[in-house]
């Protein structure tokens, strides 16, 4: 396997502070900057946020010139 095979990941279970335990978890968009898309990792059972995740693999950003 090459080194950079396994850059990026996407959660599917983290620590709920709240329910106290593993739970699934959904990601939002939270942010489009120049240098990437921030997400935001939430609860499925009680909605707590729980982590973010910043994107750098953004190849959709352009600046429109009038």
């Given at each position: 396997?090459?080194?950079?095979?396994?850059?990026?990941?996407?959660?599917?279970?983290l620590?709920?502070?709240?329910?106290?335990?593993?739970v699934?978890v959904?990601?939002?968009?939270?942010?489009?900057?120049?240098?990437?898309?921030?997400?935001?990792?939430?609860?499925?059972?009680?909605?707590?946020?729980?982590?973010?995740?910043?994107?750098?693999?953004?190849?959709?950003?352009?600046?429109?010139?009038?």
């Open positions: 396997m090459t080194r950079g095979s396994y850059s990026e990941f996407d959660a599917t279970e620590y709920c502070p709240k329910c106290k335990r593993a699934p959904r990601k939002r968009l939270l942010i489009v900057l120049p240098d990437g898309d921030k997400y935001d990792y939430f609860c499925s059972i009680c909605g707590t946020s729980v982590g973010d995740k910043m994107d750098h693999q953004s190849d959709n950003f352009r600046i429109l010139k009038k």
